[in-house]
């Protein structure tokens, strides 16, 4: 089937450093990618909405400054948490949906593994 | 805008029984598609089932089966025979709008 690829699965950053999470469709092309944000025990959250070429489209409430989302490949996606403190410690997914008619579907959201992160 | 309301924090079934999982929507689209999405321990979420609107037709896969009733929004999950393995966080969500919403999940345990 078709797989989406997220990494670092975690990572451990300081304080007022950046941090880069990739999401990768392996055997189909992405039209569209989307980042969530989950809480312990909660529900995911959609932060924004990026599609090839294009600028990403943020939920409200979401910083656009502080989460830059870059779609510039059919297949890649990256999500940076910028000047990152320990409030943006939390689960990331990403989730990508294909092109119509392609492998994955027009309408199939297939989802990464999802990345941790931990700012001290 | 679309909301996807899941009103079973947490829900419980024998092993080989059967379980319903509720699940209620609002969306002012016309065309738009629902699914449930399992998520295990590992987080990884994975589709169980998706039903697409237009469709009067129950989608089914396996022991998964969706009461999807239209006219009162809502998208029902069965699970039928219930194995050890079901046991994960359960999403419904909403596709529409170009944009995927979920619920707040309801956690199902299976008793062995």
């Known amino acids: 089937g078709a797989v989406v690829s997220q990494h670092p699965s975690w990572v451990i950053c300081k304080s007022g450093t950046s941090v880069k999470i990739e999401c990768r469709s392996l055997?189909?092309?992405?039209?569209?990618m989307f980042w969530y944000r989950q809480f312990p025990k909660q529900s995911l959250m959609l932060m924004a909405t990026?599609?090839?070429?294009?600028?990403?489209?943020?939920e409200q409430g979401v910083e656009k400054d502080k989460f830059l989302i870059n779609h510039a490949s059919l297949t890649l996606s990256t999500l940076t948490v910028t000047s990152a403190h320990p409030e943006d410690s939390s689960f990331y997914i990403c989730?990508?949906?294909?092109?119509?008619?392609?492998?994955?579907?027009?309408?199939?959201?297939?989802f990464g593994a999802g990345s941790r992160l931990t700012v001290l | 805008a679309q909301t996807v309301t899941q009103s079973q924090p947490e829900m419980s079934v024998q092993e080989a029984e059967t379980v319903t999982l509720s699940c209620t929507y609002d969306?002012?689209?016309?065309?738009?598609?629902l699914f449930w999405y399992k998520q295990p321990p590992s987080r990884q979420m994975i589709l169980v089932i998706r039903?697409?609107?237009?469709?009067?037709q129950n989608a089914t896969e396996n022991r998964f089966s969706v009461n999807f009733q239209k006219a009162a929004k809502s998208f029902s999950l069965k699970i039928s025979d219930s194995q050890l393995g079901d046991a994960a966080m359960y999403f419904c969500?909403?596709?529409?709008?170009?944009?995927?919403?979920f619920g707040t999940g309801t956690r199902l345990t299976i008793i062995p």
């Open positions: 989730s990508a949906r294909g092109l119509a008619g392609g492998y994955s579907g027009a309408n199939v959201l297939t």
């Open positions: 055997d189909f092309q992405a039209t569209t």
């Open positions: 990026s599609n090839e070429g294009s600028k990403a489209t943020y």
């Open positions: 969306t002012s689209e016309s065309d738009y598609y």
């Open positions: 039903q697409e609107a237009y469709k009067q």
């Open positions: 969500g909403g596709f529409g709008n170009e944009k995927l919403t």
